[in-house]
């Protein structure tokens, strides 16, 4: 069975300090214009109060490879294993390698650990593999609970591949109706797909204004309101709280507020954030970005890619096979985690951000252990080269021993990006002049 009792150990007290503490540091960020206490309630619920889920089977996800739509379309409750806890990571370390990732080792220890927020075990864990060590960790658990490993293809553009997916996907179909003792419906699959479209629609929205704005919107809350995505028992109610909030933010799109221009980012030189995803609580790296003067013009990791990865379905007449064929294509065809050799659909989104904006810099956060996407700094940094893009890798794991040498890093080269900057405003001034 899974150890529910770590409320007394040292481990859960320190995922319940990062927690704590984390929310603390993003609520002295967020604006006094603007009220994000939804958002924060459903953190502190989901981290750290236990619950009890009535008359709908929980069925555990571990990481963000698998389309969410198909779990909701059997009523079940999806629970979002994502790894971002310190508390967790460490908990794990007694049953994996020292050098294995913090993300691998925070979903372990959350799982092993009973850091989960609800009192039973999950009916059912899903598990794409995406990397060797997730192989590893699906065998492990396996004792524990009932594993469905989900072997993601790692070439997109095989024949086979497609196939391969769907494959798995009905058969988990058919694990899934035993479980919830429901048939899949056409009705229910487009219901659902249509309440996660909304939801990521108000992602995006949020990721726009926030990319517009000159600060006004913190880095770090913005990734902290998309993580709570993955925290709420209610998506319906999570989507319209975040429509209330970025109509806030649309009505003041074109006016200021206390003298600053919202979307006054020309002062600012302009800098992309991409690499390893960030998952609550540990945001160590956001939090650190909310220091400097500058205007993040694009956030690339696996969370906001997948808000952009809607199934476009509204207004098709098709039948359940075929309805469930696009969702599940979709997402695997936009998903860009590490699983990937070629990884397309990240480069694309990052690189499209870098010609949609005037970039001044770049930086990419790689977690220790996540090799994957040091594979993909390597084509990156070809790009940012060749369009003169200065590029900063930027590593670190869980531990906040080292913020302040990352904070020393990170200073150095903001104040690099900031003096090219204005030398670039104070020679196209001469210029006009002349």
Not at 348 to 364: L, W
Not at 399 to 419: C, G, H, P, V
Request: hydrophobic content about 40%; glycine content about 4%.
């Amino acid at each position: 069975m899974i150890h529910n009792g770590v409320e007394d150990t040292r481990h859960f007290k320190i995922h319940q300090s990062d927690v704590i503490s984390t929310i603390e540091k993003l609520k002295a960020s967020q604006g006094k214009h603007y009220d994000a206490s939804y958002f924060f309630n459903l953190a502190i619920e989901f981290c750290l109060e236990k619950q009890q889920i009535e008359k709908r089977p929980i069925i555990s996800i571990m990481g963000l490879t698998f389309p969410e739509e198909i779990i909701y379309a059997f009523g079940a409750q999806p629970l979002w294993i994502l790894g971002g806890s310190f508390g967790s990571a460490l908990y794990a370390d007694r049953f994996v390698p020292r050098d294995t990732d913090s993300v691998t080792k925070a979903s372990l220890g959350c799982i092993r650990g009973g850091m989960t927020p609800y009192n039973d075990d999950p009916d059912l864990l899903i598990v794409p593999i995406t990397t060797d060590s997730m192989r590893k960790v699906a065998h492990m658990l396996s004792k524990e609970v009932e594993v469905f490993p989900v072997d993601v293809p790692p070439i997109k553009s095989d024949r086979y591949s497609k196939k391969k997916w769907m494959y798995q996907i009905n058969s988990l179909i058919q694990v899934l109706e035993k479980k919830t003792k429901m048939r899949l419906s056409y009705k229910r699959l487009y219901d659902a797909s249509m309440m996660v479209n909304a939801a990521k629609t108000e992602m995006q929205r949020l990721l726009y204004y926030s990319t517009s704005s000159s600060g006004f919107i913190p880095v770090s809350l913005v990734m902290f309101i998309i993580n709570t995505y993955y925290f709420a028992p209610n998506i319906l109610e999570w989507t319209q709280k975040l429509m209330i909030l970025n109509d806030k933010f649309k009505s003041w799109k074109t006016r200021n507020i206390d003298g600053s221009a919202f979307f006054a980012h020309s002062v600012k030189p302009s800098i992309i954030i991409a690499g390893s995803p960030i998952y609550f609580p540990n945001f160590k790296i956001p939090l650190l970005f909310d220091e400097y003067n500058v205007h993040v013009a694009a956030y690339v990791n696996e969370m906001t890619r997948r808000a952009y990865s809607k199934t476009e379905i509204f207004g098709m007449k098709v039948g359940l096979d075929k309805l469930l064929e696009i969702v599940a294509h979709t997402h695997y065809m936009e998903d860009s985690s590490p699983s990937f050799p070629h990884n397309t659909s990240r480069m694309k989104f990052i690189t499209d951000a870098a010609k949609n904006n005037v970039i001044d810099g770049a930086i990419y956060h790689v977690l220790k252990g996540q090799i994957d996407y040091d594979f993909d700094l390597i084509y990156l940094e070809e790009y940012f080269s060749a369009n003169k893009i200065p590029a900063f890798r930027l590593e670190t794991d869980y531990n906040y021993q080292d913020i302040e040498l990352l904070r020393i890093r990170t200073e150095a080269f903001i104040e690099m990006i900031s003096a090219k900057y204005e030398n670039s405003i104070n020679s196209d001034s001469e210029k006009m002049r002349a």
